[in-house]
């Protein structure tokens, strides 16, 4: 399973961004949480938004609920992340991820990470 971001890039307070994810290596997602963690400098990965699998029920954490949408094209095997009224607390590497739970976005319940990509906010 391979997992490849894009799209982070340097933007300013109150822009918006969108992420992506090209999922490869997977022909069917049975079980499975499809996730956005982040990682700030000196801090602990965080969850960000995860979606199941199961039923499309999302999850999202307290700073970015409102303000980030995630979406999975299943058929494209891609997954998103977008991202409105950014903030400069939203700075920091962004990881998408593959797991089998997703209440709680608690990462030691993932075991597919991508290589990230940065958003920076000024």
């Known amino acids: 399973v391979q997992l490849v971001e894009s799209g982070g890039e340097s933007v300013q307070e109150g822009a918006s961004l969108k992420l992506s994810c090209a999922v490869s290596?997977?022909?069917?997602?049975?079980?499975?949480?499809m996730a956005w963690f982040r990682q700030a400098e000196g801090k602990e990965r965080e969850g960000v938004a995860g979606?199941?699998?199961?039923?499309?029920?999302?999850f999202y954490g307290a700073s970015v609920k409102g303000r980030f949408t995630i979406r999975h094209d299943v058929a494209k095997h891609m997954l998103y992340l977008e991202m409105n009224g950014l903030k400069f607390d939203d700075t920091a590497m962004y990881y998408c991820?593959?797991?089998?739970?997703?209440?709680?976005?608690?990462?030691?319940?993932?075991?597919?990470w991508g290589q990230g990509t940065q958003v920076t906010v000024s």
């Open positions: 991820a593959i797991g089998y739970e997703c209440p709680g976005l608690d990462r030691d319940n993932f075991g597919y």
């Open positions: 979606i199941a699998e199961r039923d499309g029920s999302t």
């Open positions: 290596g997977l022909t069917t997602y049975p079980e499975n949480c």
